[in-house]
């Protein structure tokens, strides 16, 4: 099995074009693709798993992958998925964004000559002028089919800035200069992104000539991406600073059971024939299941270590409810103490546990959390300082426990 067919197997293509020409290309070792990450925070997210690990099967393969760092296109925002613009960033905050993506892809990517390359596209968009980009590439690009494009769609309704339509042609000039400057002859992304990515192709064609071999493929990043990506509201982060790698491996530990042998596929670079006797696992084994694509991926981020540390505290925490250096933790400021007390609901608020008084009171009454292994059943339940300095951990559901301390 070539690995262009080992991706279709995994799940993971969406739409491509010229499909033939990309299956021998990347099959061979002859593709020279970009995915692109725009620079919106200071570390990438779970979210990003699919464009990272694609990135390393197509290199362990012999092809060359580019990390394109938006440098520049983060100075618009992509409308894609959005129902209102994104905050615009200074140049400064992109670029230490952009320093922050490459320590975490070096996990994934061995860059280098001959090698992956990072490249970023404030050094050649932030140079260009205005009216020749008008002339040169606005001429090539329909406004009415850029209008049709589903990543303007939904702000359509709520108002679509000029600034951000220009969007989809900063990005088709991506393909276009890296098809140009670097050998650069296959794109990947998102699903969403597939409008932008034929203006792209398309771009290179009208310019270059038919029979210029520039092609697309698009992953099933978008809704699958975003759903793995977050949790209760929150980023799953790749930083330890901001996703402990505990809180990490507890994440995909508790993914949904019909999501665990998607993600096992999509994620993870155990053997296809490995993955394929999981796919009558029940019941119990799901769990096991869960707890594979948590070490598996929690190792890829963190390490070995950080990762056999994060299974063993949570098998202990499972199994018996018992404290744990691994669990994430919170310290509570003894000003935040009102008569020497705190609520539970507020310790949970603190925590990132819940994103609501309401939504506490409703896990306290259908009894969801326990509080050192005891059910509790009043909303208004309080833990003193005296317990804090002792440290009390907060049970929420099945699996997620989080320790306070003073």
Not at 178 to 192: E, P
Request: aromatic share 10%; with cysteine; glycine share 8%.
């Amino acid at each position: 099995m070539g690995v262009y067919e080992e991706l279709v197997e995994r799940g993971l293509i969406a739409q491509v074009t010229n499909e033939e020409e990309i299956r021998t290309m990347v099959n061979s070792g002859k593709a020279k693709f970009y995915i692109g990450f725009d620079c919106t925070a200071d570390s990438l997210t779970a979210g990003h798993f699919m464009a990272l690990t694609l990135m390393k099967r197509l290199q362990m393969a012999g092809n060359q992958p580019i990390a394109l760092i938006g440098g520049g296109t983060t100075m618009i925002g992509d409308p894609s998925g959005r129902t209102d613009m994104r905050k615009m960033l200074t140049r400064e905050d992109i670029d230490h964004n952009a320093e922050c993506f490459k320590k975490q892809m070096e996990r994934f990517i061995e860059f280098g000559d001959g090698k992956a390359q990072m490249v970023n596209n404030a050094d050649w968009l932030l140079n260009l002028n205005y009216v020749e980009v008008l002339r040169e590439v606005g001429a090539c690009f329909s406004v009415n089919n850029m209008l049709r494009a589903e990543c303007y769609k939904q702000r359509m309704e709520k108002g679509l800035s000029f600034f951000e339509f220009n969007y989809m042609i900063m990005q088709s000039y991506d393909f276009y200069y890296l098809f140009q400057n670097y050998g650069c002859n296959m794109q990947f992304g998102g699903d969403d992104q597939w409008s932008n990515m034929l203006g792209g192709t398309e771009l290179i064609r009208k310019k270059l000539g038919k029979d210029a071999h520039a092609m697309t493929i698009t992953l099933l990043t978008d809704s699958q991406g975003r759903k793995m990506g977050k949790t209760a509201g929150n980023a799953v982060w790749l930083d330890p600073e901001k996703t402990s790698p505990y809180d990490f491996y507890q994440y995909w530990r508790n993914v949904d059971d019909a999501d665990v042998l998607k993600c096992i596929k999509m994620l993870t670079f155990l053997p296809l024939d490995e993955i394929r006797k999981m796919e009558s696992w029940e019941g119990s084994e799901l769990n096991r299941a869960k707890e594979i694509l948590a070490y598996e991926l929690t190792n890829l981020v963190h390490g070995e270590e950080e990762a056999n540390k994060a299974q063993n505290a949570a098998r202990a925490l499972f199994s018996q409810g018992a404290d744990d250096l691994n669990m994430p933790s919170t310290v509570i400021d003894e000003s935040e103490l009102e008569d020497g007390k705190i609520t539970v609901l507020s310790m949970m608020i603190k925590a990132g546990l819940i994103k609501s008084n309401g939504e506490g009171r409703r896990l306290i009454q259908q009894g969801g959390v326990s509080v050192n292994g005891e059910k509790i059943t009043d909303v208004f339940t309080s833990v003193d300082k005296t317990q804090l300095i002792e440290g009390v951990t907060v049970k929420k559901g099945k699996k997620v426990f989080h320790k306070f301390t003073l």
